[in-house]
């Protein structure tokens, strides 16, 4: 393998040399492949040298985008506000671990989460118009935010929840899907309308596949482009904007959809039994105890554990004394 071509656009690689074969760090040092050394074991130290790379090179990046696209709104989305601090990544991690289910990818970047829109939507309208709604079908991409989740249980509505494996990891199946289906629906089932809530295009195949068929759609304000409002238009195609249906008083759902992640965190984090840790206390200490004397030692010093966090949000269980 030889060289790689010097390039404004390094490959920088974060690693311990005791966890890498001292060949292959030579092999990829010979590649142009860039270490970067830091004495700090702070993860936010990392961070910041990270976010200091970014600044310093991401505006070689912008001839990669076409002259239409936004380059300033682009570099915002890389750029961790106050970066350059322990503070600032601090705060970015903060927004980021409280709000994580609401990232594509679940992966960081500088913007602000918002709630399930459509859940919302939905739930701010009465029963006259939801009932005649028969059935939702989610079409979800196994990336995609996790309140999703909250949708049935805030909408009374009926949910076919349907998570679409990614065959390959950089493209989403989630389009052909919801067109498969969709025809299935409408030929099979007689559907014959269909409420299509997206934030891209890619329902337009599906539309003009199906021309018997009535459709109204629903997009996000900012992310419907001219082009697809004026080919709905002349197709005499209704759309709405989510964002005149989407009420503020939206706090029940994002609640909702936090304390969920919080449960789902917490039972795969946590897997304690009282019980068996006792008797393997008991077995430790060689302490033999009657039943009885179980019985009140796990009333009086055990049932009553409790957590403690300390301020740099550490968990520990403290018993009762």
């Given at each position: 393998m030889g060289r790689l071509p010097n390039s404004a656009y390094p490959i920088l690689l974060f690693c311990h040399p005791a966890h890498f074969p001292g060949e292959s760090l030579r092999q990829l040092d010979e590649d142009g492949v860039d270490f970067m050394k830091h004495s700090s074991t702070k993860l936010c130290h990392h961070v910041i040298e990270i976010n200091r790379l970014i600044s310093d090179r991401i505006n070689n990046c912008?001839?990669?985008?076409?002259?239409?696209?936004?380059?300033q709104y682009i570099r915002e989305l890389f750029i961790m506000p106050d970066g350059l601090t322990e503070e600032g990544t601090k705060a970015a991690a903060e927004v980021y671990y409280t709000n994580r289910g609401a990232y594509p990818y679940q992966m960081y970047i500088?913007?602000?989460?918002v709630n399930d829109k459509l859940c919302a939507t939905l739930k701010s309208l009465d029963y006259q118009h939801t009932s005649k709604i028969s059935q939702i079908i989610l079409f979800d991409d196994v990336h995609t935010a996790t309140a999703w989740e909250i949708l049935e249980q805030h909408t009374k509505l009926p949910v076919e929840h349907i998570l679409i494996e990614r065959v390959k990891e950089n493209k989403s199946l989630v389009d052909i899907t919801l067109t498969a289906r969709a025809s299935k629906?409408?030929?099979?089932?007689?559907?014959?309308?269909f409420i299509i809530v997206s934030s891209d295009s890619d329902y337009w195949g599906l539309i003009s596949v199906l021309n018997e068929a009535r459709f109204l759609v629903m997009v996000e304000r900012e992310k419907c482009g001219p082009d697809m409002k004026r080919a709905l238009v002349e197709s005499g195609i209704f759309y709405c904007y989510i964002d005149?249906?989407?009420?503020?008083?939206?706090?029940?759902?994002?609640?909702?959809?936090?304390?969920?992640?919080l449960y789902r965190y917490l039972d795969h984090a946590v897997q304690l039994n009282a019980n068996e840790m006792l008797d393997e206390a008991l077995r430790a200490t060689r302490i033999?105890?009657?039943?009885?004397?179980?019985r009140q030692f796990f009333e009086k010093h055990i049932k009553g554990m409790r957590l403690v966090i300390d301020g740099d949000g550490n968990v520990s269980v403290e018993l009762k004394r």
């Open positions: 912008r001839e990669l985008f076409p002259l239409w696209v936004n380059w500088n913007w602000n989460p629906e409408h030929y099979q089932n007689r559907v014959d309308s005149n249906f989407y009420s503020a008083n939206s706090e029940s759902i994002l609640m909702s959809a936090l304390f969920k992640e033999n105890m009657s039943p009885a004397e179980k």
